[in-house]
């Protein structure tokens, strides 16, 4: 019994992962936005390290450190510093209306659940009923990307969509080797850092961080 | 391979120290000839011992390069090193000289272009050589672009690279096919596999075609008319001379040593292609009014005319008459190495026309004999050559081949037999055909008055490129005297490849295949009566019917006045062939009128397949590539859209 209630808590931040997700789906504000990615990021590392601890996966503890401190704190810093910068804590207009929006959403979460039964009857570990979360989560982020029009939204999007990826890798095999990890983290911190200097340039020569603006560049 | 090695570093050296030592030029492309000298040097020696094999450690890992030296690479090698001896020795001189300076860059890509035909020869496994073709190919695409600001030079080069590559994926599926399930891409290998017919037919025709679009063949010569007169006159040379030749090395590498067998219909298609090949070349050669593409439409039609021999020499072979086969392989390879010698030569003895007078039309040459001798009496010995007059070597492969041709009775088709004459025919044709463009090319250009007044001031070439054309028309005359000498050199890869070689019925002194009673050909004597006439004649007008010389002026028609404008121009001369074969071009013509105070006049034939076959394709691509184009909003989320159905389709799919 001694691995149920750690599992059930594995269980229960799994649901709040996928909470969150169709919330940053809803969500219109971008200061809203880098909330909901940090607290993201918090039940991702919560569950990475209780995952830790019952399995006595050591590893998995400095991913969990790693999580919290890239995804809990560094980046949503750092997001907040760019919205006070940039002043673009307007309202998000997405492409499709917010109920469209999440009627999507649900029909991937069934898709994604569909998809991962197979799976994860094949993976050995004791979280494997979570994979389907994981895939959902990867799934709503990618949705999410698709239907915001600003750069920020859209980065965000796609650290979650990372988010997700490290979620399915823990659960489905306890995670990918640390190496792998300390890799991924460090593109992730990169690549927003790249993502950053973007925004800089994009509004100097756009006036905005609009994405649509950048159809101009397109070959006539 | 040392010499390849050579020919890289002096390419490197010349990179780097060129810019800084412009004068280090100069023994730079010397060296680079004295090494093709070498080069030839060694092949030459080679001949007739046994295959030596070499495995280098560069390449990939687990993947070595293969080299093999056997008798069939040694003789292109031999052609590869005696001409790029001479085409070199001309560059020395050319590039040395006015604005045509030369960059590093262009010393290093003409050096790495001859180090990798060599590597092309060389090459014992598909990999090596594949390596080695591509870099042949992207080598000459930026000899043919050196003067790049010119969009029509752009033009040229992206054809070229084009059709370079269609050609080269269909070699890459030919050795996909010749290594036959193996995994093994080395050439022993693929000389062991056993192949159904059927698979051997489609290795032969992917080899047909994709060295075939290297070599020239009709239909995919497009590339060849524009991008010889885009390089400049040494790389042309060296392209036209040397590096068709090495399409059909590849040709007779597949066919005669990786193919274990050989079909009869093979040799009917390529002979069929190969005569259309020269007859398409010739007459497009008679309607040209620039020397450049004048020279490169002859060059298809020398293909043509090698590819028929080849064509001819895979009939017989199939058929089991090896000693013919022996024959006109021998006309074939004799062919190649003539093609190399005086194509090189017309090329830089068009190099030094351009260089005098800054222009490649022949409208606005002439009498140019007067004021650059040495060019305009070197190039005529290449004219000659190319036309296949004797004593020169031109006849003695032209004369090979016919020979060839009329041994063609006794074969088991009845079809062939009947047909072959007309193919005899045809080839005859065109090399009368390539004489009447060697008339209009040498008479345009050479002789007549100058068109122009300022070509009187046009400067003769100077020593080196004098040096360099007369080792190329000194190899002209050679090969065309000493024919006997030369065929036994060639009788070791002619073994090879056809298990026979050549017999000569005749003596040292006299040229006779296979039989000395039905045809004999010996040109010292042909060379000493020619002579002994000419004397004769000289004599007799000098001593007896001199002194009864009458001068008076020539009847003008009353018409006094007469401008040197007023000769036979080079699309007159030609109006006959265009009148005659008018169904194969468009001719595209704008006259002034009468009362024109600046009359223009524009005149161009066109070639139907590019308007038939090409402008159709290249339409389709351009539909296509538009439809693609569709796919690119330029808006970000639509590009997620597609990863995202993509994703979707491949999830569900592989669920």
């Not at chain 2, 039609?301 to 020499?313: H, K, Q, R, V």
């Not at chain 2, 010292?524 to 007896?544: P, Q, S």
């Not at chain 2, 007023?566 to 008018?582: C, K, L, T, W, Y």
């Not at chain 2, 796919?631 to 159905?645: E, N, P, V």
Request: proline share 4%; charged share 10%.
């Amino acid at each position: 019994m001694a691995t149920t209630y750690p599992l059930q808590i594995v269980n229960l931040l799994a649901a709040i992962l996928l909470l969150i997700s169709f919330a940053m789906l809803s969500q219109r504000r971008v200061v809203g936005l880098v909330t909901l990615f940090a607290w993201q990021g918090a039940a991702l590392a919560s569950s990475t390290a209780i995952i830790a601890w019952s399995t006595g996966q050591h590893h998995l503890y400095y991913s969990a450190g790693l999580t919290l401190l890239l995804k809990v704190i560094a980046m949503p810093w750092f997001f907040y510093r760019l919205v006070r910068k940039l002043d673009i804590n307007r309202d998000v207009e997405p492409m499709l209306n917010n109920t469209a929006t999440m009627l999507i959403g649900i029909a991937l979460v069934i898709f994604a659940f569909n998809l991962a039964l197979p799976i994860s009857q094949m993976a050995g570990t004791v979280t494997r009923s979570t994979l389907g979360v994981a895939m959902a989560c990867v799934l709503l982020a990618f949705l999410m990307m698709i239907t915001r029009t600003k750069a920020l939204p859209q980065v965000i999007g796609f650290l979650a969509m990372e988010n997700g990826l490290f979620f399915a890798a823990t659960s489905a095999t306890y995670g990918m080797p640390l190496v792998v990890e300390l890799g991924v983290a460090l593109d992730v911190l990169v690549g927003v850092f790249v993502l950053g200097i973007f925004f800089f340039q994009i509004r100097e020569t756009f006036d905005s961080l609009d994405l649509k603006h950048m159809e101009k560049l397109r070959e006539k | 391979m040392i010499a390849a090695t050579a020919w890289l570093l002096l390419g490197v050296a010349g990179l780097i120290l060129v810019p800084r030592l412009p004068a280090i030029s100069k023994p730079v492309f010397l060296l680079g000839a004295l090494v093709g000298v070498l080069v030839g040097a060694t092949a030459l020696g080679f001949l007739g011992a046994p295959a030596e094999t070499a495995v280098l450690v560069i390449g990939l890992p687990d993947l070595p390069f293969h080299l093999r030296l056997d008798n069939l690479t040694a003789i292109f090698t031999l052609i590869l090193g005696f001409a790029s001896a001479g085409i070199s020795l001309y560059a020395t001189g050319y590039f040395h000289s006015g604005h045509d300076r030369p960059s590093g860059l262009l010393c290093l890509e003409y050096h790495l272009f001859l180090g990798s035909m060599l590597m092309v020869l060389l090459a014992d496994d598909a990999y090596a050589f594949m390596v080695a073709w591509e870099l042949m190919a992207l080598s000459s695409y930026f000899l043919v672009t050196t003067d790049h600001a010119i969009p029509e030079i752009r033009r040229a080069g992206f054809l070229y690279l084009l059709m370079a590559h269609v050609g080269a994926v269909s070699l890459l599926l030919c050795f996909g096919v010749l290594q036959g399930g193996h995994g093994a891409y080395t050439f022993a290998y693929m000389r062991q596999a056993q192949m159904t017919p059927y698979w051997a037919s489609i290795a032969f025709l992917l080899a047909l075609f994709g060295f075939g679009a290297k070599a020239g063949l009709v239909p995919v010569h497009v590339w060849l008319p524009e991008a010889h007169p885009a390089a400049p006159s040494p790389v042309s040379a060296l392209m036209s001379g040397i590096m068709l030749k090495t399409a059909i090395y590849g040709l007779l590498r597949v066919t005669f040593d990786l193919l274990h067998l050989q079909i009869s219909w093979w040799g009917s298609l390529t002979l069929a292609l190969g005569l259309i090949t020269a007859l398409y070349g010739v007459i497009f050669a008679a309607v040209q009014s620039d020397m450049k593409r004048l020279l490169a439409w002859s060059s298809i039609e020398n293909i043509g005319i090698i590819l028929a021999g080849f064509g001819l020499t895979v009939i017989f072979s199939a058929d089991g008459k090896g000693m013919l086969a022996a024959l006109a392989l021998t006309a074939t390879l004799y062919h190649a190495v003539n093609h190399a010698f005086f194509k090189g030569l017309l090329f830089v003895g068009t190099g030094s026309v351009l260089h005098a007078t800054g222009t490649r039309q022949m409208g606005g040459l002439g009498g140019l004999i007067r004021t650059m001798p040495w060019t305009a009496w070197l190039t005529l010995i290449g004219a000659l050559a190319i036309a296949g007059l004797p004593p020169l070597n031109g006849f003695v492969s032209e004369w090979l081949l016919l020979q060839a041709f009329l041994l063609t009775p006794g074969l088991h088709q009845n079809y062939l037999n009947m047909v072959i004459p007309v193919a005899a025919a045809s080839v005859a044709l065109a090399a009368a055909l390539a004489a009447y463009v060697m008339v209009k090319f040498y008479g345009v250009v050479f002789l007549g008055q100058p068109r122009d007044p300022s070509l009187k001031d046009a400067h003769e070439a100077g020593w080196l490129q004098r040096l360099g054309m007369i080792w190329l028309a000194l190899g002209c005359i050679l090969l065309g005297l000493l024919p006997t000498q030369f065929i036994g050199w060639m009788a070791p890869t002619v073994k090879q490849l056809t298990g026979q070689s050549l017999v000569n019925d005749g003596s040292w002194l006299m040229l006779a295949p296979v039989n000395a009673e039905r045809a004999s050909y010996s040109p010292l004597i042909f060379l000493a009566v020619v002579l002994v006439a000419l004397a004769l004649t000289f004599l007799f007008v000098r001593k007896v019917y001199h002194g009864r010389v009458r001068r008076a002026d020539p009847w003008d028609c009353g018409f006094p006045e007469q401008t040197p404008r007023m000769q036979d121009s080079a699309e007159g001369f030609g109006q006959p062939i265009r009148q005659i074969f008018q169904a194969f071009m468009r001719v595209e013509r704008e006259t002034p009128t009468p009362f024109d105070r600046t009359p223009h006049y524009h005149g161009a034939s066109v070639d139907k397949i590019w308007t038939l076959l090409y402008l159709p394709i290249a339409r389709v691509a351009g539909w296509l590539s538009e439809q693609a184009g569709r796919l690119q909003h330029g808006r970000i989320q639509w590009y997620l859209i597609y990863s995202f159905a993509t994703l979707i389709f491949l999830l569900v799919f592989t669920q």
